[in-house]
């Protein structure tokens, strides 16, 4: 057991600011690691950076915390500073950066080159630490769940360097012991992550896999065509109900939104709710079993599904359409259909120009859709529907491959830079051998 140090009584803050009591920031594992380790406060083993400066340039040297990636301790993109109005912060190169504004989002980087960033970034300039195991430090499960339990705000929760994060003790190997855990890590790391890739790219190849699908069931010109608004009872979509969001209810009738409507049906975990009695004045828009719907504005446009046959009473608002058939069309087909590249082309088409507001309910209905008959209609459905399950069933595995794979980084992180995981010289050799 490690006796070096023992743990400090620390100011710890409510809201960030003020102080109102004292806790004592002290990680279960220090108590417990190995007999060559010690640990220290991060303020006695690095510095903030604290040069500001306001000065545009072209050089894209400048990190936005939408430019550091989740999880990972890499960087997506570079900017210049052209457009930035307030102060950023300058870092050096071989600084680690933290992301101190929703740190649940796991951001961190130690940095390649100097440059500039946010001021919600943090730049700690590692003085008595490998700055490449502090950054491992500042990624692994413990530095983020600390974190998380001191953020404060409810909207924009952020932690803060000096009543906070200054006081996190911090696992000290000895110096070749530190740059032997960080190179273990960089290689293991690097082999994770050339693992997921390689799962990304076998689910960009299924997705193609799935559109190609969809363009073949749907992709036969000896069949008739007809416009959606002569093979429609009804297109409409809604409003949003007087008082907006404010007026939203935790439960009662679902109002479908653009956020719910996706390729492979309805994600209700962020559905709003509205009274009955709002349901009933918003009569122009109540959904049935068995309704086409389609998002007509913004980012989502296209997404299309359509209501179960087991849905209740519903509602959209004025994001989304919806198209009810009639006898001549199968509403399970027109969905695949208008989700198939051949009715996204469509779709997409009918949507020109930047300033649209988007999809109006006249330029919806001149979309031409195929007519074969209903019999042939539900057979293709029937196929597709059974190519889809079998591909959706082979994502959801290769999804749950790249959790566990994720997952193992993380676990990986964590044992190392607590001590709970020696690193030898062999290992090092043998994960060097490996990638």
Not at 12 to 39: A, V
Not at 43 to 59: G, I, P, T, Y
Not at 120 to 146: D, M
Not at 308 to 336: E, M, T, W
């Amino acid at each position: 057991m490690n006796t070096g140090k023992t743990a400090r009584q620390v100011p710890e803050t409510l809201d960030g600011r003020g102080f109102n009591k004292t806790i004592t920031l002290h990680e279960g594992f220090l108590d417990t690691l190995p007999k060559s380790w010690t640990f220290d406060r991060l303020k006695d083993v690095v510095s903030l950076r604290n040069e500001k400066s306001s000065e545009a340039s072209e050089a894209e040297d400048y990190l936005e915390l939408e430019d550091l990636e989740s999880g990972t301790g890499r960087i997506l993109n570079r900017q210049n500073t052209l457009e930035v109005e307030s102060a950023v912060t300058l870092f050096k190169k071989g600084d680690v950066l933290f992301g101190k504004l929703r740190p649940y989002l796991e951001k961190y980087y130690l940095a390649k080159f100097d440059g500039k960033c946010t001021g919600e970034i943090l730049a700690f300039n590692p003085e008595k630490v490998s700055g490449n195991f502090l950054r491992y430090c500042i990624g692994s499960r413990w530095f983020i769940e600390r974190c998380n339990t001191l953020a404060y705000g409810a909207k924009m929760p952020r932690v803060n360097w000096t009543t906070q994060l200054a006081y996190f003790n911090i696992p000290l190997p000895p110096p070749t012991e530190q740059e032997r855990i960080a190179a273990f890590l960089d290689a293991s790391c690097a082999a994770i992550d050339a693992a997921v890739a390689a799962k990304q790219r076998q689910i960009e190849t299924l997705d193609s896999i799935v559109h190609a699908t969809l363009h073949k069931a749907f992709a036969n010109d000896e069949w008739p065509q007809e416009r959606i608004k002569d093979v429609a009872v009804k297109i409409g979509s809604g409003v949003t109900p007087e008082g907006g969001a404010a007026n939203y209810l935790n439960e009662g009738i679902p109002l479908l939104r653009s956020q719910n409507i996706h390729f492979d049906g309805l994600h209700l975990d962020d559905v709003a709710f509205i009274s009955e009695e709002t349901h009933a004045e918003m009569s122009n828009s109540q959904i049935k079993p068995r309704d086409v719907l389609l998002n007509i504005t913004g980012a989502s446009i296209g997404r299309c599904t359509y209501v179960p046959k087991d849905f209740g009473a519903g509602n959209v608002n004025q994001h989304v359409c919806f198209i009810r058939g009639n006898h001549q069309i199968d509403y399970r087909f027109l969905s695949s259909f208008l989700s198939s590249p051949i009715g996204q082309g469509q779709v997409l088409s009918s949507f020109t120009g930047a300033s649209r507001q988007g999809l109006s309910h006249i330029e919806l209905g001149l979309i031409s859709v195929p007519l074969p008959s209903i019999d042939v209609q539900r057979t293709i459905i029937a196929d597709s529907e059974r190519r889809m399950l079998q591909q959706k069933q082979i994502r959801r595995n290769m999804e749950s491959q790249i959790t566990t794979l994720t997952a193992f980084r993380k676990s990986l992180i964590h044992e190392c830079v607590t001590g709970q995981r020696r690193i030898s010289e062999s290992d090092l050799k043998k994960v060097k051998a490996y990638g």
